[in-house]
Structures are given as structure tokens and as C-alpha cells.
């Protein structure tokens, strides 16, 4: 269904603030709403809208955990020819907390780009969670440090002397879908997705319409309503418009003596 990446504007949404030293933080109210909702009602409020939002292939190592906060990104690229050691990653002190770490290594499985290392240092700094294109380890230890952990793929091996950092802080490509810096990153057990900022405040109204209209149509079939009357009704095919719609549906289903 979508058709188009929707990238970012200059325009600030609404629902973010700009807070000295978190730079995109999430707005408190915004932040309360979205822990409301999850990726499955995203991601249908995003195909609503035309914008392609999902990371493929990234799965939770953590079962249970969510994280969603504004993208901090990190890009690897595969060590040259120079001897000599080389560290993995040396950013993790520059991530404002409430941030989500997306780190893009090409989606690699010949090395890790996150272990438990990483995991105490980000706990400790307020890091809301982890998206890797890429692989991780000390996935035990990481599972019962209960720290939101999504990747592509999970090996022992080390990435010191293995990969470099490149850059933070760039847009990023996983898997065909754009990750920029300050869009909203949300990872649940269905997998991970991303919102654009620009688009943040829209998706987020339209996905509360979808959960709505959802919980509207389990209530009418608990009812005694049968399951295509209640999806007509409530407009199943919409499932993000306003709910005034929804509940001009809801009466309409109580006059016909549902």
C-alpha cells in the first residue's frame, strides 16, 4: 500500500520540543500517548498516509520490551587495510537520553555492533533503546538487564577490528526505508518501524482512530454483532478517520438494535 517515503520537512511537529541538551525530545503528552499505542496501529495509520515506516527484518531480542523515542543514528563500514586496533564504537556518550540508538551495519551477521556492554552504558544514560541492522550479542544478558533490544540478526563474533564507526548522526537506508535523524523510532515484539518527524503528530492521531475503531469493533462483536456487520459499520476499510465518524457508526449500529 505505501507508495511514498514522506521524508521530514523544516517544519517542526507539533507534539515535539526542542529541549537543551535533547535535542527532538519527546513532548511529555506526546510521549504518554504513544505509550498507548503500538507498531501494529502505526503502521497501519502510516500505510494510511502513503509512508513506507517499517525496518524488515528487525526483530525483538527482548521479548516484551518497547522502546520509542527520536532516532539517533550510527553507521559502520568494514575495517581497511590498516593494522592496528580498532575500536568498535566510541559515541555512546554523545546519545542524549530518551533517545533510540538505529545502528546500520549493513546488516551484517559476520560481527556484533551491541553487546551488553553497550546495553549497561546506555541504560545508565537514559538511551530509551536499541535498533540494530545488523547483529548483537550477550542476548541473555541483555534479556534479563531487560534493555529493548530489536536487530537483524544475533553471532558471537566481535566487531573490534572488524568494522569502524563512519558517521553519526546521517540518514540512513535499512532496508530500503529512510532512518533521519530525530524521526521517531518505535520497537515492539511485531518488529520496528519509523515515523518522519514532520509527519509525527498526524500518525500518531490517525493510529488512536485505528485502536479505536478496533476496540469498537471487538466490543460490538462481544455485542452479539457478527464480525462483518461490526466491520462495516465501523468502517473497517478507514480504520484511522476521525472517530466522529466512528461514533455516528456506533449509533447507527445501536438503532439497528445491535
Not at 549497561?120 to 536499541?130: D, E, F, P
Request: one cysteine or more; a negative charge; hydrophobic letters at 45%.
Amino acid at each position: 500500500m505505501p507508495t511514498a517515503d514522506h521524508r521530514p520537512t523544516e517544519t517542526v511537529p507539533a507534539g515535539t520540543a526542542g529541549t537543551v541538551g535533547e535535542p527532538h525530545a519527546l513532548a511529555p503528552e506526546l510521549a504518554a500517548r504513544l505509550a498507548l499505542l503500538d507498531t501494529a496501529a502505526l503502521s497501519d495509520a502510516l500505510d494510511s498516509l502513503g509512508i513506507t515506516g517499517v525496518l524488515p527484518g528487525v526483530a525483538a531480542r527482548v521479548p516484551g520490551a518497547v522502546a520509542f523515542g527520536p532516532a539517533w543514528t550510527v553507521r559502520y563500514r568494514p575495517v581497511g587495510e590498516a593494522t592496528g586496533f580498532r575500536n568498535a564504537a566510541d559515541y555512546l556518550d554523545e546519545v542524549p537520553a530518551g533517545s533510540v540508538v538505529v545502528v546500520d551495519n549493513a546488516g551484517s551477521t559476520d560481527c556484533t555492533s551491541w553487546g551488553s556492554l553497550l546495553t549497561g552504558v546506555a541504560q545508565a544514560a537514559g538511551v530509551r533503546g536499541t535498533v540494530l541492522h545488523g547483529s548483537a550479542r550477550d542476548v541473555r544478558e541483555i534479556r534479563a538487564a531487560g534493555y529493548p533490544l530489536f536487530s537483524t540478526g544475533v553471532t558471537m563474533v566481535s566487531g573490534k577490528n572488524r568494522m569502524q564507526l563512519d558517521r553519526t548522526q546521517v540518514e540512513l537506508t535499512v532496508g530500503g526505508t529512510a532512518v533521519a535523524p530525530g524521526d521517531l523510532v518505535f520497537a515492539d515484539d511485531n518488529g520496528a518501524l519509523v515515523v518522519p518527524r514532520a509527519r509525527l503528530a498526524e500518525v500518531v492521531a490517525r493510529a488512536e482512530n485505528v485502536e479505536r475503531t478496533e476496540a469498537r469493533i471487538r466490543a460490538a462483536v462481544a455485542g452479539g454483532s457478527r464480525l462483518d456487520e461490526a466491520r462495516a459499520a465501523f468502517r473497517y476499510d478507514r480504520p484511522w478517520e476521525d472517530a466522529h465518524g466512528t461514533r455516528a457508526a456506533e449509533e447507527a449500529v445501536a438503532d439497528a438494535g445491535h
